[in-house]
C-alpha cells in the first residue's frame, strides 16, 4: 500500500539546522509532485515547498525563502526538507505529501497521499 513515513523531527534550538526525511513506498516518486506543509496548534496548515509533477517548478513560502531547501532522491524513493537558520515561528508538525499530477500552487487540496507528520520545536 501507498505509505509515507517521516522522520528527523525534533528539539533545535534558535538559529540551527534539522533535515526532515520521508521515505516513500507503494509507488516511485518519479514524476510526482512533492510537498512539505506545516500546521501548528490553532492554525491552518500551509505549504512549505513544492514542486510541480509537470515542469518541475518550485514554490518556497515566503517565510522560509532562503532558509529551507526541498529535494528527492528518485533511488531511495525518499522527500527531503533541509531546514536552516530555524526561527520559533517555525516550530509546527511538519507533513510530506505528493501527488501524480499538480501540485503547482502548494496548497493541501492538491495532494493525496500524506504522511504522519513530525513534530519540529524550535525553543531555547
Known amino acids: 500500500q501507498v505509505q509515507l513515513v517521516e522522520s528527523g523531527g525534533g528539539l533545535v534550538q534558535p538559529g540551527g539546522s534539522l533535515r526532515l526525511s520521508c521515505a516513500a513506498s507503494?509507488?516511485?516518486?518519479?514524476?510526482?509532485?512533492i510537498g512539505w506543509f506545516r500546521q501548528a496548534p490553532g492554525k491552518e496548515r500551509e505549504g512549505v515547498s513544492c514542486?510541480?509533477?509537470?515542469?518541475?517548478?518550485?514554490y518556497y513560502a515566503d517565510s522560509v525563502k532562503g532558509r529551507f531547501t526541498i529535494s528527492r532522491d528518485n533511488v531511495k524513493n525518499t522527500i527531503y526538507l533541509q531546514m536552516n537558520s530555524l526561527k520559533p515561528e517555525d516550530t509546527a508538525v511538519y507533513y510530506c505529501?505528493?501527488?501524480?499530477?499538480?501540485?503547482?500552487?502548494?496548497?493541501?487540496?492538491?495532494?493525496?497521499?500524506w504522511g504522519q507528520g513530525t513534530l519540529v520545536t524550535v525553543s531555547s
Open positions: 505529501a505528493t501527488t501524480p499530477r499538480g501540485g503547482y500552487y502548494c496548497t493541501s487540496r492538491e495532494y493525496v497521499y
Open positions: 507503494g509507488f516511485a516518486l518519479d514524476y510526482y509532485a
Open positions: 514542486v510541480s509533477s509537470a515542469d518541475g517548478s518550485t
